[in-house]
């Protein structure tokens, strides 16, 4: 059973268009929940960690939130250097506090 | 502060062929960590260790095998590749805040390996 299930699998916005990607969870001890941006070619890069539900953070055109469930990533009036893979993650307490991702959010934004 | 690196960056072994991939961080984390990527798949950890010294099987560890002799470098061997094995292979470091927190996780930027 998948333990993060991420939803779209692909997002295309014109340039401006807000919207929400998700991020639905099954671990039952979480440790912490996590969004990385991954550019082609690279390494996942560190957006936020989220640590408990009602937990909200943000970072420019991006906000994150969380709740018992699943976690959303906000992109306000995107722009098209915000293209990319919006990958998350969760440690999980109940089995050794491994790191479990989602297969991610490929997001293009369209000047 | 290089952050995390790998070596090599990229690498085409033949199946049978072992080799080794080297990671190492330079922000005095504990805990390092090697994952797979593979298309449709998600990032999937194979190994990691909680500290010089220790070592630890992840979710698909067959196949693979680490070391961590010392604090800043983490690595991971192939005895005998497989066509299986090719994938992008990603490095990471993480620290704890008063032993029950990680902020984050910290990722070098790959190792593409093909295995023939």
């Known amino acids: 059973e998948d333990q993060v299930t991420q939803s779209p699998e692909a997002l295309r916005l014109q340039e401006g268009e807000s919207s929400s990607l998700n991020c639905s969870y099954t671990v039952s001890g979480l440790r912490g929940l996590f969004w990385y941006r991954q550019d082609p070619g690279k390494g996942p890069e560190f957006l936020f960690t989220l640590y408990s539900a009602g937990e909200e953070k943000e970072k420019e055109r991006l906000k994150a939130t969380l709740t018992k469930k699943e976690s959303f990533l906000h992109i306000t009036a995107p722009k098209p250097e915000d293209s990319a893979t919006y990958l998350c993650?969760?440690?999980?307490?109940?089995?050794?506090?491994?790191?479990?991702f989602g297969t991610g959010t490929s997001l293009t934004v369209i000047p | 502060n290089a952050g995390v690196t790998q070596t090599p960056k990229f690498r085409v072994l033949k199946t049978g062929q072992s080799m080794t991939l080297l990671c190492a961080q330079d922000?005095?984390?504990?805990?390092m960590y090697w994952y797979r990527q593979d298309p449709g798949m998600g990032l999937r950890l194979i190994h990691y260790?909680?500290?010089?010294?220790?070592?630890a099987k992840g979710e698909v560890p067959d196949g693979y095998n680490v070391s961590r002799l010392k604090k800043q470098n983490f690595l991971l061997g192939l005895e005998s590749a497989a066509p299986s094995q090719t994938s992008v292979y990603f490095c990471a470091s993480s620290y704890e805040l008063a032993g029950v927190r990680t902020p984050s996780q910290f990722f070098g930027p790959g190792t593409r390996l093909t295995v023939l």
């Open positions: 260790s909680v500290g010089e010294g220790t070592t």
């Open positions: 922000m005095n984390h504990e805990y």
């Open positions: 993650a969760v440690q999980d307490a109940m089995s050794g506090n491994q790191f479990y």
